[in-house]
């Protein structure tokens, strides 16, 4: 029955079985709609983001001009400028980063390296002690506490990371308040840029102790034995030889949580309010004590409230400030990544 | 590598405790991460125990009007506001979200998704303030072409632009839990003489459910913390509608109003702000835990 | 499940015993010199009609030309066991029988697999259609995170036929599960053994009444016990099925099969390394008397 040719000559070609023919491509209507589906979702979804950012271009790139970022705040829209908002924002952000980066850096080391680490040495050691009699009063019950530190340090750890994982999904509004009540109520700061940077601060904090840690355990274990074994202690090891591995991935969360805390606006609100001045805050830190709460995103929205049509460009003209600065750091994030991230 | 460059010998109980202070440090550290927990929780309790002793908890949980000038502190126009515009985002959010993440875990070749995704995280870091000025500058002139008579402020524009920011929540989260199908399991499906279509949903989104529906939890949780874009899209009237037409005050939005002006430290409306956050605090929360027990009790364990 | 068996074929290590399968005890016959030249006669009279003929099989990923010059052909209702080295591409060959390499991006197939008279890997041929008609066991057992039930009522659905009870139960009969699972058939699939789930993948694969089956290493995330459950089953469902199997275990090949064929890696001068069909014959007379050397050095466990 068969009628195929063989390659090579065999004695005769042998009959193939019998089978039903094998059905013919054909279209199946509910798969192409079912694709086209979620491809045009997906479109959809990116198609918002191009009108978004056409609309704020559109809108806002005629205002646009050197003046616009060098010019002080002004009643009237022509002549406004953005340049007291770019400087509290670069104030802000300093005052930020000098508070959450060690804070946040340390916490991380803290968790990843040291509180997760075994410490079944130290127990026997102290339970020795204990047992031999050595230790007597007060120094027994230092030995006991430690060990039952010991004993509950895992559960704490872990009640620590829900904790963490919990606060970076706090809505930001609420650390507004938490920085309303405390820096601004409790510590007496004023309505500046200080109790601003302050309060993102803490809003960005968990946020740093997730990428550093993750950026720490990216480092394998091996680097740090290898230290180790050579008899430094796991401090010496981790300061050493693990921190300098981690630091391009710490930096490149840091730079992320930066771009999240710059383009903060409702904490700051509830923090400083909205305040229209038309003083130029100094760039110098160290005096943001006593400059006024002014940042690029209260800025935009003091502009977008306006009803004036000629304030809604200046306010677009804004947001395509923020938006590059914002591109900016991102690609900052991702060259650092590329180019240290290491393969190990 | 650096060996140790003293002598063990003169490795001095100096240097060691120096080394204890180094960690005791480091612990502090994690602990101000514990304080800020505390000190949120202590905050908004104690403020807004004092605005609970000018306002009865009842009055606040039943009343259906807010207008704190005139006394009147119900807060469910405000939290009613909160939930429709949280609704109409998930209702935005969830196709494109689900539609994204199903096209980029099962049809997308590999060159695409990495262009693609990154994309659409793009909308994740936009600043909130950017979303409510195109909700006002944009979306709502183009809602007014469909429905003639929608004011400026309304909820819809605002559902909408939070949907567009909770969607590349969604879509992530949900295409790493769909990533996580172990291929195995496609091929099993695929050997059995089944389509794509089927497969993705009969297959991978079934098995990927838990961490589907759990993005879909957090990213509600998200939209009723969300601040600006509410603010200026939907309006600082309170309003006890269903109406997505209609312009409503949320608690993020009343937070704002407040803080914009100077009420002053001790006054009922200050504390009012402090109330309000509390009932703000403990929704996202509980939702959030919601989520994490959905991902917990619900994961499937591959071998 | 019975497992009626010789103690020395469980003894993994012991040198190759030649415990030739039913249906291939074929004196001697040798047929003309056969080896990787393309046109080697494989059936044996004894083997029936062929259902498969591989002509100058070639499959490549990018630009790895990962199997090349297969051809032979695979009996109808009979085992067939694909053995060879790791990485020779044994299963890269078997998943071009239902075309699953489709599914893999930057994989392209060349050459010709007639099923019957047709050519399987025809861009006309309907793939979706064609798996539900050659159904596939893979090496780990697959279970959807469902049901027992649903798991099998997945392929029928899928294959339109219309999940009755009484299908699900002959597939779970034919897979030799029925007795340990017929109480609770709304039991999540992965509350089951390691053997217990590759037979349920197994009678996923019957209850669709696939023509044949094709079985990437079924075994080898077994241990010996549940594997004899699967050969005995295997050496059933060759009654009514086509069985292609790829095994890494030379005395399972021995056991169960009919039809042997040994593929193995050859370097290329780009050093790229391919994987060829160096010999194909029956089950006796590749155990007893290979023809090619390098089966012979595999078989005698000189070389993989
Ligand atoms: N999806 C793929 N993409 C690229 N290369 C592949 C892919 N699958 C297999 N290969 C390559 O093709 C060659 C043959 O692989 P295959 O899995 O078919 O071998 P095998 O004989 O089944 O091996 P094993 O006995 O270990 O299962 C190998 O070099 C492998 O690296
Ligand atoms: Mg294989």
Same mark, same amino acid.
């Given at each position: 029955?068969?009628?195929?040719?063989?390659?090579?000559?065999?004695?005769?070609?042998?009959?193939?079985?019998?089978?039903?023919?094998?059905?013919?491509?054909?279209?199946?209507?509910?798969?192409?709609?079912?694709?086209?589906?979620?491809?045009?979702?997906?479109?959809?979804?990116?198609?918002?983001?191009?009108?978004?950012?056409?609309?704020?271009?559109?809108?806002?790139?005629?205002?646009?001009?050197?003046?616009?970022?060098?010019?002080?705040?002004?009643?009237?829209?022509?002549?406004?400028?953005?340049?007291?908002?770019?400087?509290?924002?670069?104030?802000?952000?300093?005052?930020?980063?000098?508070?959450?980066?060690?804070?946040?850096?340390?916490?991380?080391?803290?968790?990843?390296?040291?509180?997760?680490?075994?410490?079944?040495?130290?127990?026997?050691?102290?339970?020795?002690?204990?047992?031999?009699?050595?230790?007597?009063?007060?120094?027994?019950?230092?030995?006991?506490?430690?060990?039952?530190?010991?004993?509950?340090?895992?559960?704490?750890?872990?009640?620590?990371?829900?904790?963490?994982?919990?606060?970076?999904?706090?809505?930001?509004?609420?650390?507004?308040?938490?920085?309303?009540?405390?820096?601004?109520?409790?510590?007496?700061?004023?309505?500046?840029?200080?109790?601003?940077?302050?309060?993102?601060?803490?809003?960005?904090?968990?946020?740093?102790?997730?990428?550093?840690?993750?950026?720490?355990?990216?480092?394998?274990?091996?680097?740090?034995?290898?230290?180790?074994?050579?008899?430094?202690?796991?401090?010496?090891?981790?300061?050493?030889?693990?921190?300098?591995?981690?630091?391009?991935?710490?930096?490149?969360?840091?730079?992320?949580?930066?771009?999240?805390?710059?383009?903060?606006?409702?904490?700051?609100?509830?923090?400083?309010?909205?305040?229209?001045?038309?003083?130029?805050?100094?760039?110098?830190?160290?005096?943001?004590?006593?400059?006024?709460?002014?940042?690029?995103?209260?800025?935009?929205?003091?502009?977008?409230?306006?009803?004036?049509?000629?304030?809604?460009?200046?306010?677009?003209?804004?947001?395509?400030?923020?938006?590059?600065?914002?591109?900016?750091?991102?690609?900052?994030?991702?060259?650092?990544?590329?180019?240290?991230?290491?393969?190990? | 590598?650096?060996?140790?460059?003293?002598?063990?010998?003169?490795?001095?109980?100096?240097?060691?405790?120096?080394?204890?202070?180094?960690?005791?440090?480091?612990?502090?550290?994690?602990?101000?991460?514990?304080?800020?927990?505390?000190?949120?929780?202590?905050?908004?309790?104690?403020?807004?125990?004092?605005?609970?002793?000018?306002?009865?908890?009842?009055?606040?949980?039943?009343?259906?009007?807010?207008?704190?000038?005139?006394?009147?502190?119900?807060?469910?126009?405000?939290?009613?506001?909160?939930?429709?515009?949280?609704?109409?985002?998930?209702?935005?959010?969830?196709?494109?979200?689900?539609?994204?993440?199903?096209?980029?875990?099962?049809?997308?070749?590999?060159?695409?998704?990495?262009?693609?995704?990154?994309?659409?995280?793009?909308?994740?870091?936009?600043?909130?303030?950017?979303?409510?000025?195109?909700?006002?500058?944009?979306?709502?002139?183009?809602?007014?072409?469909?429905?003639?008579?929608?004011?400026?402020?309304?909820?819809?524009?605002?559902?909408?632009?939070?949907?567009?920011?909770?969607?590349?929540?969604?879509?992530?989260?949900?295409?790493?839990?769909?990533?996580?199908?172990?291929?195995?399991?496609?091929?099993?499906?695929?050997?059995?003489?089944?389509?794509?279509?089927?497969?993705?949903?009969?297959?991978?989104?079934?098995?990927?459910?838990?961490?589907?529906?759990?993005?879909?939890?957090?990213?509600?949780?998200?939209?009723?913390?969300?601040?600006?874009?509410?603010?200026?899209?939907?309006?600082?009237?309170?309003?006890?509608?269903?109406?997505?037409?209609?312009?409503?005050?949320?608690?993020?939005?009343?937070?704002?109003?407040?803080?914009?002006?100077?009420?002053?430290?001790?006054?009922?409306?200050?504390?009012?702000?402090?109330?309000?956050?509390?009932?703000?605090?403990?929704?996202?929360?509980?939702?959030?835990?919601?989520?994490?027990?959905?991902?917990?009790?619900?994961?499937?364990?591959?071998? | 499940?019975?497992?009626?068996?010789?103690?020395?074929?469980?003894?993994?290590?012991?040198?190759?015993?030649?415990?030739?399968?039913?249906?291939?005890?074929?004196?001697?016959?040798?047929?003309?010199?056969?080896?990787?030249?393309?046109?080697?006669?494989?059936?044996?009279?004894?083997?029936?009609?062929?259902?498969?003929?591989?002509?100058?099989?070639?499959?490549?990923?990018?630009?790895?030309?990962?199997?090349?010059?297969?051809?032979?052909?695979?009996?109808?209702?009979?085992?067939?066991?694909?053995?060879?080295?790791?990485?020779?591409? &044994?299963? *890269? =060959?078997? /998943?071009?029988?239902?075309?699953?390499? +489709?599914?893999?991006?930057?994989?392209? %197939?060349?050459? !010709?697999?007639?099923?019957?008279?047709?050519?399987?890997?025809?861009?006309?041929?309907?793939?979706?259609?064609?798996?539900?008609?050659?159904?596939?066991?893979?090496?780990?057992?697959?279970?959807?995170?469902?049901?027992?039930?649903?798991?099998?009522?997945?392929?029928?659905?899928?294959?339109?036929? &219309?999940? *009755? =009870?009484? /299908?699900?139960?002959?597939?779970?009969? +034919?897979?030799?599960?029925?007795?340990? %699972?017929?109480? !609770?058939?709304?039991?999540?699939?992965?509350?089951?053994?390691?053997?217990?789930?590759?037979?349920?993948?197994?009678?996923?694969?019957?209850?669709?009444?696939?023509?044949?089956?094709?079985?990437?290493?079924?075994?080898?995330?077994?241990?010996?016990?549940?594997?004899?459950?699967?050969?005995?089953?295997?050496?059933?469902?060759?009654?009514?099925?086509?069985?292609?199997?790829?095994?890494?275990?030379?005395?399972?090949?021995?056991?169960?099969?009919?039809?042997?064929?040994?593929?193995?890696?050859?370097?290329?001068?780009?050093?790229?390394?391919?994987?060829?069909?160096?010999?194909?014959?029956?089950?006796?007379?590749?155990?007893?008397?290979?023809?090619?050397?390098?089966?012979?050095?595999?078989?005698?466990?000189?070389?993989?």
């Amino acid at each position: 029955m068969s009628t195929l040719e063989t390659p090579a000559p065999p004695p005769q070609p042998p009959a193939a079985a019998t089978v039903r023919p094998l059905a013919k491509k054909r279209a199946r209507p509910s798969e192409q709609l079912f694709k086209w589906l979620v491809v045009g979702l997906t479109a959809i979804t990116m198609a918002m983001l191009i009108w978004l950012l056409t609309s704020v271009l559109i809108r806002g790139a005629g205002s646009i001009s050197w003046a616009f970022l060098t010019d002080k705040p002004s009643s009237n829209p022509a002549k406004a400028g953005f340049n007291s908002a770019l400087r509290g924002s670069i104030v802000l952000m300093m005052v930020t980063i000098f508070f959450a980066w060690p804070i946040g850096v340390a916490a991380a080391l803290y968790l990843e390296k040291f509180a997760a680490q075994s410490a079944t040495l130290t127990e026997r050691r102290l339970r020795e002690r204990l047992a031999t009699g050595r230790v007597t009063g007060l120094g027994a019950t230092w030995a006991r506490t430690r060990l039952w530190w010991l004993r509950i340090r895992p559960r704490v750890v872990h009640l620590v990371d829900v904790n963490i994982s919990n606060l970076a999904a706090v809505p930001s509004i609420i650390y507004g308040l938490l920085g309303l009540a405390i820096f601004v109520g409790v510590l007496g700061i004023s309505k500046s840029l200080l109790a601003g940077g302050l309060t993102l601060a803490v809003l960005i904090l968990p946020i740093i102790i997730i990428a550093a840690r993750e950026a720490l355990r990216a480092v394998p274990m091996s680097i740090e034995q290898g230290a180790m074994a050579l008899g430094a202690t796991r401090w010496q090891a981790v300061r050493r030889q693990v921190f300098p591995a981690a630091l391009p991935g710490i930096l490149t969360g840091t730079i992320l949580a930066m771009s999240r805390a710059i383009g903060e606006t409702a904490p700051l609100i509830v923090v400083g309010g909205v305040v229209y001045s038309t003083a130029v805050p100094s760039l110098n830190p160290l005096d943001a004590g006593n400059e006024a709460l002014l940042a690029m995103p209260l800025q935009i929205y003091f502009w977008t409230d306006q009803p004036q049509a000629s304030f809604q460009a200046i306010a677009a003209a804004g947001i395509i400030v923020l938006l590059a600065t914002l591109l900016v750091m991102n690609l900052a994030a991702i060259i650092l990544r590329n180019r240290y991230s290491k393969r190990w | 590598m650096t060996p140790p460059d003293r002598p063990r010998a003169r490795r001095s109980a100096r240097g060691r405790f120096g080394e204890k202070a180094v960690l005791l440090a480091l612990a502090a550290a994690a602990t101000i991460s514990v304080l800020v927990t505390v000190g949120i929780v202590v905050v908004l309790v104690e403020e807004g125990a004092l605005f609970f002793t000018d306002v009865p908890i009842t009055e606040f949980f039943t009343g259906t009007q807010w207008f704190p000038l005139e006394g009147k502190f119900g807060v469910l126009p405000l939290l009613n506001a909160s939930i429709v515009i949280a609704l109409i985002a998930a209702v935005v959010a969830v196709p494109l979200g689900l539609g994204s993440a199903i096209y980029l875990s099962e049809y997308a070749p590999e060159r695409l998704r990495r262009v693609v995704k990154p994309i659409l995280e793009i909308l994740a870091g936009m600043p909130t303030i950017v979303l409510g000025f195109f909700a006002l500058d944009a979306v709502t002139p183009a809602l007014q072409m469909v429905f003639p008579g929608l004011g400026l402020y309304n909820a819809l524009a605002a559902g909408i632009v939070v949907g567009l920011l909770i969607t590349p929540l969604i879509s992530s989260l949900s295409e790493d839990a769909m990533r996580a199908v172990p291929n195995s399991m496609r091929e099993g499906a695929f050997g059995l003489g089944a389509t794509r279509r089927v497969v993705s949903l009969r297959v991978v989104v079934p098995a990927a459910l838990s961490g589907i529906v759990a993005s879909i939890v957090l990213a509600i949780s998200r939209a009723i913390g969300e601040t600006m874009a509410v603010t200026l899209a939907a309006g600082t009237i309170p309003n006890l509608s269903w109406n997505p037409l209609e312009g409503m005050q949320t608690i993020t939005a009343y937070i704002v109003q407040v803080s914009k002006g100077e009420a002053t430290r001790g006054s009922l409306q200050y504390d009012s702000i402090f109330a309000v956050g509390l009932l703000l605090f403990v929704v996202t929360l509980v939702i959030n835990i919601i989520a994490v027990r959905i991902v917990r009790k619900y994961r499937t364990v591959y071998q | 499940m019975t497992t009626n068996v010789d103690p020395e074929k469980t003894a993994k290590d012991s040198p190759i015993e030649i415990h030739l399968a039913t249906g291939a005890a074929d004196g001697g016959a040798s047929p003309p010199a056969a080896g990787a030249q393309p046109g080697a006669t494989s059936a044996e009279p004894s083997l029936g009609p062929p259902i498969f003929r591989l002509h100058d099989l070639g499959v490549w990923y990018g630009n790895h030309h990962a199997v090349k010059g297969v051809t032979m052909e695979v009996p109808k209702n009979a085992i067939t066991a694909l053995i060879g080295p790791s990485g020779c591409g &044994k299963s *890269t =060959a078997l /998943r071009c029988l239902n075309r699953m390499n +489709d599914l893999i991006p930057g994989a392209r %197939v060349e050459g !010709r697999v007639l099923f019957g008279d047709e050519d399987l890997l025809s861009s006309d041929v309907d793939p979706v259609d064609l798996r539900g008609r050659i159904g596939m066991v893979f090496q780990k057992p697959n279970p959807f995170p469902k049901s027992i039930k649903d798991n099998l009522e997945f392929g029928m659905k899928v294959n339109g036929i &219309k999940p *009755t =009870a009484e /299908r699900v139960e002959q597939a779970l009969v +034919d897979a030799a599960l029925w007795d340990e %699972v017929k109480d !609770r058939l709304k039991a999540e699939a992965f509350s089951l053994s390691g053997g217990q789930q590759q037979r349920l993948c197994i009678a996923r694969a019957i209850a669709v009444e696939p023509e044949v089956i094709l079985m990437d290493e079924p075994c080898s995330a077994l241990d010996p016990i549940a594997t004899l459950a699967i050969e005995d089953l295997m050496k059933k469902l060759a009654e009514r099925y086509t069985l292609v199997v790829v095994t890494h275990n030379m005395q399972q090949a021995a056991r169960i099969s009919d039809q042997v064929a040994f593929m193995t890696v050859e370097g290329t001068a780009e050093g790229n390394r391919t994987g060829v069909l160096a010999e194909v014959g029956t089950a006796r007379q590749i155990f007893s008397a290979p023809k090619d050397p390098r089966t012979e050095a595999y078989i005698t466990g000189r070389v993989g």
